[in-house]
């Protein structure tokens, strides 16, 4: 069954979980960040992921996040939600018939859930080809999930989840360009579309036909992710100076995140906390901050040298 499939190509930020500081979900600031992803231009949501520290969430908090970040979207893009973390199947079915309740455009499978390091595709196949069945009518997608293994997909694999007509998104974190080449070739003609995670390597995947962008550091500049997928020449070098400025600003996701894309987005206006469940926000040093201010002071000052948009094809 070839189901309707609504992912555009594009920008998709990993969310992040505002906290209050007594350690509850801040739905007042989850909806300001919302509006603020919607400025930025992006074309869809992948909410309760592990930017959103989905581990550390209930399965009511995960639903409930979702259920908003629906709302409050409102139809001016698409969600897609995962909160997908348990070991058992039947939690797993549970935890998956109870996100697709919330009435998100695409419900993300994680890939390490299926099948352990060492058990093989086979076994994937036939636990995902279980849960198909288990869970009818919906969309899905997948998630190649560091934590707590990476399970990365092959393109044997991702050609079976292509062809059953039920996957409409996978987000890639091999940071590999022939993983990468080899997958895109598996899905092709199909309403599967592969979404990059990694920045060092975006503008190459996309030269090769990914369909964007689905990362952390979409919750620092989104607005450059955005400029360079709606490039209408990839080699144009407005796309090379993107490329150039976006793989090295991506290593401050080694530096104490998601803690430091909270302090980015306090400095920018946003009533953030910086409570997280998965770090210690008082771990969070002085010179950590420095490099969120001089990273954002580098950011307004290559903005300046970009060509106006109206110079792009677009």
């Given amino acids: 069954m070839i189901m309707e499939v609504n992912i555009p190509n ?27 992803y919607i400025d930025q231009g992006v074309h869809g949501l992948f909410a309760v992921c592990q930017s959103s520290e989905m581990f550390y ?8 996040i979702a259920r908003f970040v629906k709302e409050k979207s409102n139809g001016r893009l698409p969600v897609i939600a995962s909160g997908h973390i348990s070991d058992e199947f039947e939690e797993q079915v549970n935890e998956l018939k109870r996100m697709a309740d919330t009435g998100v455009d695409a419900v993300v499978l994680v890939s390490n859930r299926f099948a352990g390091p060492e058990e093989s595709d086979e076994v ?6 279980q849960l198909l069945n288990r869970v009818p009518d919906v969309l899905f997608g997948i998630y190649e999930c560091p934590y707590p293994y990476k399970r990365l997909m092959s393109p044997k694999l991702l050609k079976w989840c ?16 022939k993983q990468i080449a080899e997958k895109i070739d598996a899905v092709n003609g199909s309403p599967l579309k592969i979404f990059n995670a990694n920045s060092a390597t975006l503008l190459a995947s996309l030269r090769l036909g990914v369909a ?6 979409a919750n620092f500049h989104p607005d450059l992710y955005v400029r360079l997928s709606d490039c209408g020449d990839l080699q144009s070098e407005t796309a090379e ?3 150039a400025f976006i793989g090295p600003a991506s290593l401050i996701e080694l530096q ?12 920018i206006g946003l009533s953030i906390a910086l409570h997280c469940r998965t770090r210690d926000a008082g771990a969070f040093r002085e010179n950590q901050k420095s490099e969120v201010k001089q990273l954002g002071r580098l950011y307004q000052l290559f903005k300046q040298q970009l060509p106006a948009k109206q110079n792009v094809t677009i």
């Fill in 162 to 177: 292509a062809d059953t007509g039920r996957f409409g998104f996978l987000k890639d974190t091999s940071c590999d360009m």
């Fill in 10 to 36: 594009g920008v998709w930020p990993t969310m992040l979980t505002p906290f209050t500081n007594s350690n509850e979900v801040d739905f007042e600031a989850l909806g300001e960040l919302v509006e603020w």
């Fill in 124 to 129: 994937w196949l036939k636990r995902a080809e």
């Fill in 212 to 217: 964007g962008f689905s990362g952390v550091m």
């Fill in 256 to 267: 104490m995140y998601p803690v430091n894309a909270k302090y980015h987005l306090q400095q």
């Fill in 241 to 243: 100076m993107i490329q």
């Fill in 57 to 64: 969430l209930t399965l009511e908090e995960r639903v409930r």
